[in-house]
């Protein structure tokens, strides 16, 4: 091969090269799930600062308030949401083990003390206590394994109480209106509870992790590594917004939820938002997918290592 060959194959193999690199998603919009409870601070400073909408090179930013950890599921699995920005555990993990293309690209937070059960009545005060009780709060959720969690430590289990499935704020309600005897509750909801002079029964410090995460599929995280890339730079803005901004992140949240300024400082206390999965979070990750097999919500022992992009 003749020099000036070889030279023009080297510039054809590094444009080659080069493009690849610096690839950009043919996506024409992103849709972001958006759930603000219990007390997700980096979405709601996100959509008031608008990061979002500044980090994706004109790219449009949608988003789904959906709720429900299943639904957020269907949704990513549908194409319907490209990020489920924030979303439990045990909703990545029952997608992933039933087939669904699910990866955690990384953390959202983490809130133990968050995650209550609570009671107008102060004799319950140990597992014992709760057997044959009306208890109510949302199945196949960081609440539910509480429940499961506390029982366990007196070799009990979910059988030993008269559990009901039901949506926080109805929990809530049921625990007002006198027809349960303990409400599973978190967030602001929990605070009311406190607020109203209820019997704290347990939290959820050292029984469960309270992991919530950011999720993405492998097909996207794959197929769109600009976006990717962009992503996590827009988190680390969204942090530092929040640690260089407490007083105004702490107002921002408490007009959205409709909370006291007071109240939210309260409640972020319990809260860990750094995004950096850590072992530690992965060891909860398992302890929640073991939790899962042993409540039946899986049907096989479910190995989370799978469930993450290295």
């Excluded at 024409?28 to 500044?54: C, G, H, W």
């Excluded at 555990?89 to 699910?102: E, F």
């Excluded at 406190?194 to 410090?205: A, I, P, R, S």
């Amino acid at each position: 091969m003749k020099k000036s060959s070889l030279v023009l194959s080297i510039f054809a193999a590094l444009a080659v090269l080069m493009t690849g690199c610096s690839r950009k998603s043919n996506v024409e919009k992103l849709t972001f799930t958006y759930v603000t409870s219990p007390l997700n601070m980096p979405t709601i400073i996100e959509k008031d600062q608008q990061v979002f909408a500044r980090t994706f090179d004109g790219i449009p930013v949608n988003y789904a308030e959906i709720t429900s950890g299943a639904e957020q599921t269907q949704a990513l699995a549908s194409g319907d949401v490209q990020v489920l920005y924030a979303v439990g555990a045990t909703s990545v993990i029952l997608s992933a083990a039933n087939g669904a293309d699910i990866k955690v690209l990384n953390m959202y937070s983490r809130s133990p003390k968050a995650f209550c059960l609570y009671s107008r009545d102060k004799n319950i005060n140990s597992p014992e206590d709760l057997r044959g009780k009306k208890i109510a709060g949302p199945a196949g959720t960081n609440l539910h394994e509480l429940l499961t969690a506390y029982l366990a430590t007196a070799g009990m289990t979910v059988s030993d109480v008269d559990y009901m499935s039901m949506a926080i704020p109805a929990a809530k309600a049921a625990l007002d209106g006198g027809s349960i005897d303990v409400a599973m509750v978190a967030g602001a909801n929990a605070y009311k509870c406190q607020q109203q002079g209820y019997h704290k029964v347990t939290d959820g410090e050292n029984l469960i992790c309270a992991i919530i995460a950011v999720a993405v599929t492998e097909d996207f995280y794959n197929q769109n590594p600009d976006i990717i890339e962009k992503l996590a730079d827009a988190q680390k803005e969204i942090s530092a917004y929040i640690k260089n901004n407490p007083e105004k992140t702490y107002e921002t949240v408490a007009s959205s939820l409709g909370l006291t300024v007071d109240a939210v400082k309260e409640m972020a206390e319990y809260y860990d938002f750094s995004t950096v999965l850590t072992d530690k979070d992965i060891e909860g990750f398992q302890k929640t997918a073991d939790f899962m097999y042993e409540s039946k919500m899986i049907s096989n022992p479910f190995d989370v290592n799978t469930l993450f992009i290295r």
